[in-house]
């Protein structure tokens, strides 16, 4: 257990805080939860590359804490009426497929497409618009479906790349 796996293991363990704290209506506490759960991703992240501290346990661990966090955050919105189910279910459409694709053409051994500029741009834009959301500040859910459709743009990228890439590993 290194430091970056503790970190991912923290992450676990903010998701039922910020159920917690979201339940008793303490929007801007819970805000301030999940971004501290996305501040130990990006530091877990770096520490674990910067320090050759990456490990098979943090790299099938890190992916589920962020993806339960974002279904934590993205189902506690929806049930209490605050961002539609259609950008739910849209975010929940390209997580699974992404997921889904990664883990079928992994193992197929294929070549997977790491993080770029755009997925990266996406996940902060991601967090602006759910910081409009929770500090109830105007065009929060249309910044939202911004983000949402440009989730799809950079998706698209990513497929294009991983044709690309494995187009060259086959030809």
């Known amino acids: 257990m290194n430091l970056p796996n503790m970190l991912t293991a923290l992450r676990f363990l903010l998701i039922p805080v910020y159920l917690i704290v979201f339940a008793n209506g303490h929007m801007i506490s819970a805000f301030i939860v999940f971004t501290a759960a996305g501040l130990t991703d990006v530091l877990d992240g770096y520490i ?7 490990t098979t346990a943090g790299a099938l661990l890190d992916p589920l804490a962020d993806k339960l966090m974002l279904i934590a955050v993205i189902v506690s919105l929806l ?3 605050i ?19 990664s883990a079928f053409f992994h193992f197929r051994c294929k070549k997977t497409v790491k993080a770029n500029w755009m997925g990266k741009l996406t996940t902060v834009l991601f967090y602006v618009a ?13 910044l939202l479906w911004c983000v949402i459709a440009f989730s799809f743009v950079t998706s698209v990228m990513y497929i294009v790349k991983f044709r690309a890439l494995n187009s060259r590993q086959t030809g």
């Open 83 to 101: 961002i539609p189910w259609a950008a739910a279910v849209l975010l929940f459409i390209r997580d699974i497929g992404m997921i889904a694709g």
């Open 130 to 142: 759910l910081m409009f959301i929770f500090l109830e500040l105007p065009y929060g859910v249309a």
């Open 48 to 54: 674990a590359r910067s320090r050759g501290l990456e």
């Open 79 to 81: 049930m209490a009426g």
